[in-house]
């Protein structure tokens, strides 16, 4: 049980376009998602907390504008990362809490982006 | 806000040995310690759990020790195997209406064979 799932595992894109990472719970309901991004050999650094059917709760120095969050049903939530820039490339982590149960966090498998 | 320090930030171990990684938490409203166990490339895997409500929680080799007067807690591995290397990361979640984890830095766990 437990399990997310995340799409693409990864995507090369160029600068300036836009790329959008989902994140699905499969076999449970999450009223509460995180974005993660992660740099190689550190730590997971949150991005922004996503309830259903409410505005992401984004950590601060994320630009809200250019990391757009949608948690648009129980299962289903997406990070869109605007025009973006070679910077932006980096590990793209999802996690996913059970409505049901105390705070523990559900992993996808990441989303490896690199921006050319 | 919180903080969760980890310490070492490497440690290599013989097969079989034990393996012990320690965090220290700032925040005494912090109630509760997950463990989570990253291979290269993969996904922070849940292995371990432990609410501040309890002072010590065993899953086989894997054990979680809390001491909240101190605000530490450490994971124990004991009879280490190679599948065991993997980068282990601690965490603590405040509570009070807050929904995120505070993760630590991570420790590169090596065991030789």
């Known amino acids: 049980g437990a399990v997310v799932s995340q799409h693409p595992s990864w995507v090369i894109c160029k600068s300036g376009t836009s790329v959008k990472i989902e994140c699905r719970s499969l076999?449970?309901?999450?009223?509460?998602m995180f974005w993660y991004r992660q740099f190689p050999k550190q730590s997971l650094m949150l991005m922004a907390t996503?309830?259903?059917?409410?505005?992401?709760?984004?950590e601060q120095g994320v630009e809200k504008d250019k990391f757009l969050i949608n948690h648009a049903s129980l299962t289903l939530s997406t990070l869109t990362v605007t025009s973006a820039h070679p910077e932006d490339s980096s590990f793209y982590i999802c996690?996913?809490?059970?409505?049901?149960?105390?705070?523990?966090?559900?992993f996808g498998p990441g989303t490896r982006l690199t921006v050319t | 806000g919180e903080n969760v320090e980890q310490h070492p930030s490497t440690l290599s171990v013989q097969e079989g040995d034990s393996a012990v990684i320690k965090c220290t938490y700032s925040?005494?409203?912090?109630?509760?310690f997950p463990w989570y166990k990253q291979e290269l490339g993969k996904r922070p895997q849940l292995i371990i759990d432990?609410?501040?409500?309890?002072g010590e929680k065993k899953d086989q080799r894997i054990a979680v020790t809390l001491n909240k007067t101190a605000k530490h807690f450490s994971l124990h591995i004991t009879e280490t195997q190679p599948e065991d290397s993997a980068v282990y990361f601690c965490?603590?979640?405040?509570?009070?209406?807050?929904?995120?984890?505070?993760f630590g830095k991570g420790m590169k766990l090596t065991v030789n064979p």
């Open positions: 965490a603590a979640h405040r509570g009070g209406g807050s929904e995120k984890l505070v």
């Open positions: 432990i609410r501040s409500n309890v």
């Open positions: 925040d005494s409203a912090s109630n509760y």
């Open positions: 996503s309830n259903e059917g409410s505005k992401a709760t984004y």
């Open positions: 076999d449970f309901q999450a009223t509460t």
């Open positions: 996690s996913a809490r059970t409505s049901g149960g105390f705070y523990e966090q559900y």
